[in-house]
Every structure is written in structure tokens, then in C-alpha cells.
């Protein structure tokens, strides 16, 4: 592991020598070989962080790399669809998860390179890091962070900074 890595540990999330409390998917952290879409796992294994996403509506950007999430901004997570697990524009038929959200989750997201760039239909889309709902309530698959900590660490990685979610913790 680097030094810029951020590490899911049992305790929380390490990064630059400070824990941050942490959430992850609701059917906890699964070997990557078993993760598929709707499982709500989230997938052991070392993952680049591939893009930024933020609410310039409500907030300023957050790094120099960030793109903003625009009206009609979605991620595509039907496994049947052409565009499976990429950013594309409404409107779209095939299911898919609006970027542009009435709650704060959104509004600062770090896209991983799961399953991207070019995904296997059905091994599971959109592994993000993101705002949580509130503190131990689990997401359909990402890593979540209070508000003020994912602030804080977005504004200190770059494009070396990978998500490192150990297998260890999938034997849990």
C-alpha cells in the first residue's frame, strides 16, 4: 500500500495518518469475484480513484480535478444497457441512479474504477465514495463519510489516491 491510499479497516477509514468513521454496503464486503448488481456488497480489492463529482449549486470545488453534477446527470446501472456503470444524460429508459440528488449524499462524489471502464454486465456499477445518510447507516454498495470528512480528504488526494478495501475484511 501507498502512502496516499485510503484503507478500509474494521475500525474506519485510514488516510494520511487519521481514522475517519466509515459505512459500507449493506451486504458488507464481498470477494470481487462475487460482487453483482443489487447485491449491495462492496467489493474487496485495490480501487483507483477515477473522477470527482460535485453540487456546484452547494458548494464550491472541492478540487481542481471535480466536475459537476448538472440537472439530468445519471449513472447507468441496468446491466442490459450499452452505457452499464457510466455517467450519461437523462432522459434514459434503462434503470439508473439520478447523480443529481434532494439529499446531501451527492454532492461530493469520488467515482472508483470498479467494473469501469469497461463493464462486465452484471458484476455491479457505481462503487463510489460519498456523503453518508447518517453515521453506522449502510449504502447499496459504496463507502460513505460524514460530510466534513469527505471534504476534508478530497481536497487532499490526487490522481495516486486508490480506495484499498482488503480481502480480510470480506472473510468477516
Known amino acids: 500500500m501507498k502512502a496516499t491510499d485510503m484503507v478500509v479497516t474494521p475500525a474506519g477509514l485510514r488516510f494520511r495518518g487519521r481514522l475517519f468513521p466509515c459505512t459500507l454496503g449493506r451486504g458488507g464486503v464481498m470477494a470481487a469475484k462475487a460482487k453483482r448488481e443489487g447485491d449491495g456488497g462492496t467489493p474487496a480489492g485495490t480501487h483507483r480513484i477515477v473522477g470527482c463529482l460535485y453540487r456546484p449549486d452547494r458548494l464550491a470545488r472541492p478540487c481542481n480535478w471535480a466536475v459537476p453534477i ?100 470480506a472473510l468477516r
Open 70 to 169: 448538472r440537472p439530468g446527470d445519471l449513472w447507468c446501472d441496468d446491466p442490459k444497457h450499452e452505457d452499464y456503470n457510466l455517467m450519461v444524460r437523462a432522459p434514459l429508459a434503462a434503470n439508473h441512479e439520478t447523480l443529481r440528488r434532494a439529499d446531501p449524499l451527492y454532492d461530493i462524489v469520488l467515482i472508483t474504477d470498479w467494473n469501469w471502464p469497461r463493464a462486465e454486465h452484471g458484476r455491479g456499477s457505481g462503487i463510489f465514495v460519498h456523503a453518508w445518510r447518517r453515521p453506522g447507516y449502510p449504502t447499496a454498495g459504496c463507502v460513505a463519510l460524514a460530510p466534513r470528512d469527505l471534504r476534508w480528504i478530497v481536497a487532499r488526494i490526487g490522481f495516486q489516491t486508490r480506495l484499498v478495501i482488503p480481502e480480510t475484511l
